[in-house]
């Protein structure tokens, strides 16, 4: 980041730390003054600098000072609101459900458009993953920038939303995910051609997946992070 004091070019020369000299500058540089005695303290270092020190540690000050004004910083609040935020996806107002849609089966997560359907790709919990967030909305869409979970044969694909569309319309009952136009059918985690490495979302009959219990493959949740 080109505002961080930490990614300045200039004032990261020199800053090696090779003995206690190094280590003062540093935190000296670095630290809050309600931080330098818990980290003077924790690293066994005696917190006072020799007029040599002192004298570098103002020039370098001055330095960051330039950088810093050069380089028209915002303050760190302006960075959450403008930067941060732009890049989270607010649920929209209707939104019943909202986050990554993973399956009991494998744990992964609907992912992007295949050649075949859609992708169960690997998420992770306590980890914001934008490109994976799902909501379902009080009319039954399963969306995603713009596009709607539609099924398409025995695949499902996210095509542009529609206003009112049956096809992208879908019911979630006890963690099963139905088309309103195919109601026998359910959203399901299967294998693709790469075996238990690859998994697709498909459309298979809500009561079995080639005469086995569907129990797993057939049940999805939404996980928030």
């Not at 980290?39 to 066994?44: P, T």
């Not at 570098?56 to 000072?65: K, P």
């Not at 088309?179 to 690859?198: F, N, Y």
Request: aromatic share 6%.
């Amino acid at each position: 980041m080109t505002c961080s004091r930490v990614a300045v070019q200039g004032a990261q020369q020199a800053l090696g730390i090779t003995d206690n000299n190094d280590f003062r500058h540093i935190v000296e540089l670095m630290f809050t003054d309600h931080l330098k005695s818990l980290v003077y303290r924790q690293s066994g270092v005696a917190d006072a600098m020799s007029n040599q020190e002192s004298e570098s540690l103002m020039v370098r000050r001055n330095y960051l000072r330039q950088q810093h004004a050069e380089v028209h910083c915002q303050p760190f609040s302006w960075y959450l609101s403008n930067v941060v935020m732009s890049d989270v996806v607010q649920p929209s107002t209707d939104a019943e459900q909202f986050g990554k849609l993973r399956s009991a089966s494998s744990g992964r997560c609907l992912g992007a458009d295949s050649e075949r359907s859609i992708e169960l790709v690997t998420c992770r919990d306590h980890l914001y993953e934008r490109h994976l967030i799902v909501e379902l909305t009080g009319r039954g869409a399963l969306a995603r920038d713009g596009s709607c979970l539609e099924p398409t044969d025995a695949t499902v694909a996210f095509v542009p939303c529609e206003k009112d569309s049956p096809r992208q319309r879908w019911w979630m009952v006890d963690g099963r995910l139905t088309p309103v136009t195919s109601p026998r059918k359910c959203l399901t985690d299967s294998p693709g051609q790469g075996g238990l490495t690859h998994r697709l979302a498909t459309l298979e009959d809500c009561a079995s997946v080639d005469g086995k219990d569907s129990t797993a493959t057939q049940r999805w949740s939404f996980i928030n992070f």
